[in-house]
């Protein structure tokens, strides 16, 4: 019932989304208020309002994501009137689900379907990554960005209370787990077949990079929103994260991370775009 439930839910999302006359996507807020089970829209405002406030915090424009409109809304035997609305960009979406009543079932689902939702759009529309033809290519990118963000991840976990490098290794197993279904570091080199020397990320294809990749962002995210303290806390926090985005990969019918080959080491192709440079 409740695998049911989510992928409904998560594709109720995706059937709200509209596109205006240049071809830009947004949601309305009225209509996404109704998906989160707000049925006060007065009460969603406030909502709104946590997300504008977070917006102009993370430097983004709040009116290129939430622009006003008049909307027309049916009132029964055929009549209309009109109302304020609001037109939602997928990053307001996102900022949204974030400030929502985390009690609902739904939001906990909209807050994993607009986090990897939006980190996939800003991959997409990276022109290095649009360039890019070929998986070695793709490996590449994505390895180095997984690589940049675990700075800011041991960062974030670091302000948490994750001091020591025996204890930030606990919490990246953690990480693992959640999104390997349970499997640490050392019970995916078995998996995959790799030596204790090899690192997991250097054997790793482009969509199980993504998939890690995502896992580091919103945990650092998670991290600094919610100013996560404690060791403990950090560590649920990061099994957290992982699992939701395990779900969102199983709801959308991909493979596992686990269940994907292994690659060749990311250094071989490091070190023949060397030797063809030169």
Request: glycine share 6%; proline share 2%; hydrophobic share 35%.
């Amino acid at each position: 019932m409740t695998k049911k439930l989510s992928k409904q839910a998560l594709s109720v999302f995706e059937q709200i989304r509209m596109t205006d006359e240049k071809g830009n996507e947004y949601w309305s807020a009225r209509q996404l208020a109704k998906v989160l089970e707000y049925t006060d829209f007065r009460n969603f405002s406030s909502v709104i309002a946590k997300a504008k406030e977070a917006c102009q915090n993370s430097g983004q424009p709040v009116d290129n994501h939430i622009v006003e409109f008049n909307d027309m809304v049916p009132i029964g035997s055929g009549a209309k009137r009109e109302v304020d609305n609001l037109k939602l960009s997928r990053y307001a979406c996102y900022l949204i689900v974030q400030n929502a009543d985390p009690n609902k079932e739904v939001v906990a689902l909209g807050q994993t379907y607009f986090a990897v939702q939006t980190r996939l759009q800003e991959i997409r529309q990276m022109e290095e990554y649009n360039s890019l033809s070929t998986e070695d290519e793709r490996r590449l990118f994505l390895r180095n960005e997984v690589a940049k963000h675990n700075i800011h991840l041991a960062a974030a976990a670091k302000e948490a209370g994750v001091i020591e490098p025996v204890d930030y290794a606990v919490f990246q197993n953690h990480g693992y787990m959640g999104l390997y279904g349970g499997l640490d570091a050392k019970a995916i080199h078995r998996k995959k077949g790799l030596k204790k020397s090899q690192q997991i990320l250097d054997h790793m294809g482009s969509t199980e990079l993504a998939a890690n990749l995502f896992r580091a962002t919103q945990t650092e995210e998670k991290l600094r929103r919610e100013e996560i303290k404690g060791r403990q806390q950090a560590n649920q926090t990061h099994f957290e994260v992982g699992k939701k985005v395990r779900k969102t990969i199983e709801e959308l019918g991909g493979e596992m991370p686990e269940s994907l080959p292994t690659a060749d080491s990311i250094k071989k192709i490091e070190k023949a775009r060397m030797i063809y440079d030169k």
